[in-house]
């Protein structure tokens, strides 16, 4: 770990649990602290910390940029939250009521920082029988999305809308965690009954509709393990469900959430995560029957290289198409990985590509146009360091039993 990351992590605790211990950071380090804070998308939260510092405001009075940035983002923030609260009044006016998680739901943990949590998009699930409905209010509202094909519903993950007018997009949920392998498969069973046992979240006078507290942790729980088996989590995952926890934690059904992270292999990763939270954040959690560790600083150091979704540069792109090989095909071969790297499966591509679950015989065109790509940025594409940080990564997945 660096030293800007561990200044990070330091500021990071603060932030959330009001210590007033200040780190030494010296002139030099600020810009490596908010470089490591901007890749894990919370440069905002590090900043109205770090603004208390007494070192820090030379700094800041040499470098505006920081200041200037966060206002942006606290107000383009503060935008979509409105944005999206019109659009879910909408939604109960034409007498349907999605089931909002992440983001917003994320944020209300953070109390009065709560603007100071981004969030890129906001994420509501709803049955496949009210699709066309949720549509219908969507496009009503200046919401527009790539037409998808009835049948090829249940094959998707999510359909994105965005409205150019306001900048908000929002990601419309069939099923939570897409069917691209067994483990995604299991965790979307978990959420068969998510719908008859939702809660209420008042924001600014809006009742949202959201997943009760256990089913909510659980989702952030799986949402962030889908994550790391895919291109990876960032530490803001890590801080919304440890939040998460420590404020829910008397009307969670703990037993509940072991028995659904076992029958994931997701046990091991969340006893790490919790670890990392208590020992780097600040935190004091524990799930009973969870105490046995792996690699708690090893989880650590993935998430803090990979980034916020894993997709900070190029090479941990290409990363995260060999480990979601590896785990398609239960082990790896950097031979057999590279083949099918290019030459994805129509079960991977299928979410991605929905048109190809009528057509399946379209998929060697697929193949060809990814072929073109890479060889486009054939001088970009640098396999060898990819294939060494999926190595690495795939080594943490061995040791969670997960390959």
């Not at 330091?10 to 908010?34: C, G, M, R």
């Not at 200046?142 to 900048?167: K, M, R």
């Not at 650590?300 to 990979?306: A, G, K, N």
């Not at 048109?355 to 072929?371: D, G």
Request: proline content about 2%.
């Amino acid at each position: 770990m660096t030293n800007a990351e561990k200044i990070f992590l330091t500021i990071l605790k603060n932030a959330v649990h009001h210590s007033e211990y200040q780190p030494e950071v010296a002139a030099d380090d600020w810009e490596s602290v908010f470089s490591v804070a901007s890749a894990q998308s919370l440069l905002p939260l590090i900043y109205n910390s770090a603004s208390e510092y007494f070192e820090f405001k030379k700094f800041d009075e040499a470098h505006p940029e920081y200041m200037i940035t966060t206002i942006k983002m606290l107000g383009i923030q503060v935008t979509r939250t409105s944005d999206f609260l019109n659009l879910y009044r909408a939604f109960l006016e034409a007498g349907i009521a999605p089931v909002v998680v992440k983001g917003i739901v994320c944020r209300s943990l953070y109390g009065e920082l709560q603007d100071f949590r981004l969030s890129g998009d906001e994420d509501i699930l709803i049955e496949k029988k009210d699709y066309e409905h949720a549509k219908s209010v969507l496009s009503t509202c200046g919401y527009h999305s790539d037409d998808v094909a009835d049948n090829t519903l249940s094959a998707i993950q999510e359909v994105t809308f965005y409205n150019e007018e306001t900048g908000l997009t929002v990601e419309l949920h069939l099923n939570p965690f897409g069917e691209d392998n067994q483990i995604r498969s299991k965790m979307n069973t978990w959420f068969r009954k998510s719908f008859k046992e939702t809660e209420t979240l008042e924001i600014d006078g809006v009742n949202l509709c959201v997943l009760s507290s256990t089913d909510n942790l659980l989702f952030l729980l799986f949402h962030a393990f889908k994550h790391f088996l895919s291109a990876g989590m960032g530490i803001r995952m890590a801080l919304d469900i440890l939040l998460c926890m420590e404020r829910n934690q008397d009307n969670i059904d703990w037993e509940y959430i072991k028995t659904a992270l076992e029958d994931v292999k997701a046990g091991s990763f969340t006893a790490d995560l919790i670890a990392m939270g208590n020992m780097y954040l600040g935190f004091d959690l524990s799930i009973d029957g969870l105490d046995i560790l792996t690699s708690p600083d090893e989880l650590l150091e993935d998430m803090l290289r990979m980034g916020t979704f894993g997709i900070s540069s190029q090479v941990n792109v290409d990363a995260s198409r060999f480990t979601k090989t590896a785990i398609e095909r239960k082990g790896s071969n950097k031979i057999v990985d590279t083949v099918h790297l290019i030459f994805p499966s129509w079960n991977q591509w299928k979410g991605f590509k929905p048109y190809l679950v009528n057509k399946p015989w379209m998929l060697p065109v697929e193949w060809c146009k990814r072929v073109g790509r890479y060889w486009k940025k054939r001088d970009k594409v640098n396999f060898s360091e990819s294939r060494k940080i999926a190595d690495h990564r795939i080594e943490l997945m061995k040791k969670y039993k997960v390959i």
